[in-house]
């Protein structure tokens, strides 16, 4: 299985000007380039720093249990 190429995007997009007609297309072009672009500000926004931390660093460590009793 390969990637999809001319020959296939050319079908895909004959498919979808007999779905939606040709006056619908630019409007669902549009929208869709909305939704990518709204979704990768998102994505890019919300950044979540996952890389491990040193030793020293977990000192101050919010998820550090300091409530364990002593056995």
């Given at each position: 299985?390969?990637?999809i190429g001319m020959p296939e995007?050319?079908?895909i997009?004959?498919?979808?000007?007999v779905v939606f007609?040709?006056?619908?297309?630019?409007?669902?072009?549009?929208?869709l380039g909305?939704?990518?672009r709204n979704f990768k500000s998102a994505?890019?926004?919300d950044r979540i720093d996952v890389t491990?931390?040193?030793p020293d660093e977990l000192s101050g460590?919010?998820?550090?249990?300091?409530?364990?009793?002593p056995s």
């Open positions: 299985m390969g990637s995007l050319m079908v997009l004959v498919i979808a000007l007609g040709a006056g619908k297309l630019p409007q669902i072009g549009e929208n909305k939704a990518i994505t890019e926004k491990p931390k040193k460590d919010r998820f550090t249990n300091t409530n364990t009793k």
